[in-house]
């Protein structure tokens, strides 16, 4: 059993502060003006037409008008099923009081089905409605000698307006939350979206500045130390130039190693502990959805930094391909080393494409982001799939002289 003091249908499981809406306190104030109307018109009317228990009617009029008024400004009903409860037995009482003395009491019947649904539990609220309608029929019954079928339909055609009423409204209310719920992801994602975007921007970033450092400032270093190593061996011993010599080619070499340093600040935060086959094997372990495998063969060796970054990429480009429209039991990723070169290979089962029909995607994710990777470091991308026969994706680079 849950109680409110506010007699609103349909949101007496609502927190206090969301349930009071424009609309909730609408239909709040008429329904204290509708008991309220109710009972000054019963009250009014036995005064005008002289009734004989017209003090007590009155009187059951002022008790009840009391209880309402207090019940409704008792924080406790707010808070307590069990003073809704309470609250809800003194309401019937002092109403059974004022049906005793007066048939228009009938009319309160009305306000009460709200208020036994909105205080009480579905079943309970309906069965409480069913209570309350043979109450006012028995009552009016019991001050009119003659019996129509007025006496009969007017409660329980207002019980069953009353809860299509309020079933209505709860309809309405858990449509309108579910919307808001919908309303507040969509604005969360977005926010999640943009923090996603620029923290692939700043990796994008990061990844070309290493690139950059590597296969120009890098290479450039190392060309000269060659170049000084082959100047030195030209030269005499007692030549003059030698020292000199000697000293460029340490600063070369202290250059080279602050370059290195540079890339390998740079590196992706997936390369930053560890190596490509363990970072590929976290990768893996971390894909929600079709069982990932990963398998090392050949002799690992260290590669360059662009090889690592580039290879990285496209395996998670590929396993987003195979979460997000695969549909995939498995996958198996293959990192091979050798003698000239590496080969990834991720293979699924899922349900396949054609290659030549493929959108170019976006985002970095599709077959194009990948071949461009590829290409830009002399390697070879090819993929092999057909509608239902799962995909293949193989990306292979030659290994440079000096990895």
């Keep these: 059993m849950t109680a409110a003091a506010a ?7 609502l927190p206090v502060s969301r349930a009071l809406t424009p609309v909730s306190k609408v239909l709040r104030l008429c329904l204290h003006a509708l008991l309220f109307g109710l009972l000054a018109l019963a009250a009014g009317r036995a005064v005008t037409d002289s009734a004989p228990r017209a003090g007590w009617v009155i ?8 209880v309402y008024a207090g019940g409704v400004r008792t924080p ?18 002092a109403w059974a009081a004022l049906l ?20 009480l539990r579905l079943r309970w609220g309906v069965a409480a409605v069913a209570l309350t309608a043979c109450a006012a029929i028995g009552g009016f019954l019991a001050h009119s000698s003659a019996v129509t079928p007025g006496a009969f339909l007017g409660p329980l055609l207002g019980g069953a307006v009353a809860v299509a009423t309020v079933l209505g409204y709860q309809a309405l209310y858990r449509e309108s939350e579910r919307r808001r719920e919908l309303i507040e992801e969509l604005i969360t994602t977005r926010a999640e979206l943009a923090a996603a975007e620029r923290g692939a921007g700043i990796l994008a970033e990061r990844e070309r500045l290493a690139r950059e450092i590597h296969d120009t400032l890098a290479q450039g270093l190392s060309s000269i130390q060659l170049l000084l190593r082959a100047a030195e061996r030209a030269l005499p011993r007692e030549a003059p130039a030698l020292e000199h010599i000697a000293r460029a080619r340490e600063a070369a070499q ?3 190693a602050e370059a290195r340093r540079f890339v390998r600040a740079l ?4 390369l930053e502990h560890g190596s490509l086959a363990a970072a590929l094997e976290r990768l893996c372990a971390g894909v929600p959805g079709p069982r990932v495998r990963f398998s090392l063969s050949g002799s690992p060796r260290v590669l360059p930094t662009p090889y690592e970054v580039a290879l990285l990429r496209i395996a998670q480009s590929a396993l987003a391909n195979v979460v997000r429209h695969a549909r995939a039991g498995r996958a198996e990723i293959t990192l091979t080393f050798m003698d000239a070169s590496v080969t990834l290979d991720i293979v699924d089962d899922g349900h396949g494409f ?5 959108p170019s995607g976006e985002g970095g994710f599709g077959l194009p982001a990948m071949r461009s990777r590829a290409e830009t470091l002399g390697g070879l991308f090819t993929v092999e799939s057909s509608p239902g026969q799962g995909t293949a994706v193989a990306v292979t680079l030659p290994l440079p002289l000096e990895a």
């Design 7 to 13: 007699p609103l249908p349909a949101v007496s499981r």
């Design 59 to 66: 009187a059951a009029c002022a008790v009840l008008a009391a």
């Design 76 to 93: 406790a009903v707010h808070s307590s099923p069990r003073a809704g409860a309470v609250w809800l037995a003194g309401l019937g009482v």
């Design 100 to 119: 005793a003395v007066s048939p228009d009491g009938l009319w309160i019947a009305f306000p009460l089905y709200f208020l036994e649904l909105h205080l």
């Design 254 to 256: 202290e250059n080279l």
């Design 267 to 270: 590196t992706p935060p997936d």
């Design 354 to 358: 054609d290659p030549s029909s493929a």
